[in-house]
C-alpha cells in the first residue's frame, strides 16, 4: 500500500537541498509529487508531497532525519484519507496590495478574509525601497478562495476602508469582477 507524506524543508541557502532530498526520496523508491519552495532571509524553505510504499516509509524518514548533519532539517506528516464532505461552492479571486510599510498590514488584511470565510491559497510579500526617497514599500499578492454567498462589493468595501486607514492600496479581481 502507498502512504503520501508532506516534508517541511528548512536549510540555509545553498546550492544541493533539493537535489538531496529528491535522493532520500528516490533511493527509498518514493515518488516525489508536489513542491514549492523559496529562499528567503538567507533561507530556504519549502514543502514537498511524496508518495511511498508503506514498508519504506520508516526508511525514507530515517534519511531525511540525517540530513540534519547538512544542517537540513525535514519534518515528515503523514496524510490521513479523510472523508471527503461536500464543500460549499467556492470562487477564486486573486488580490494585491502595495503602500508605504507598517505594522499590520497583513494582519489587517487576512482578519477581513476571516471574516468572510475567506481562505487564503497563497501569499507573497516583499519589501522594496521607493527609487528616489529610499522609503520602504511593502507589497502582498496572493490567490483567495470565496464562498459564492459573500457580496464582493460588500468585501470591496471593507477592504478600501482597510487601505484607506493604513494608506495603503488594495485590488481585488475574481471572474465575476475584472
Known sequence: MLTNLILTVISPDKPGVVEA??????EKDGNWLESRFAHLAGKFAGVVKVQIA?????DLTAALDALATKGIR???ET????VKTEKAPTQSASFHAVGPDRQGIVREISQAFVEYNINIEEISTQLSSMPYSGEPIFEAEGEITVPTGVDLNVLHEKL???ADQLGIDISLETDAIA
Open 79 to 82: 496524510l490521513v484519507d479523510t
Open 54 to 58: 508503506d514498508d519504506k516509509q520508516a
Open 160 to 162: 478600501a476602508r482597510i
Open 21 to 26: 532530498i529528491a535522493k532520500c526520496v528516490s
Open 74 to 76: 525535514v519534518e515528515t
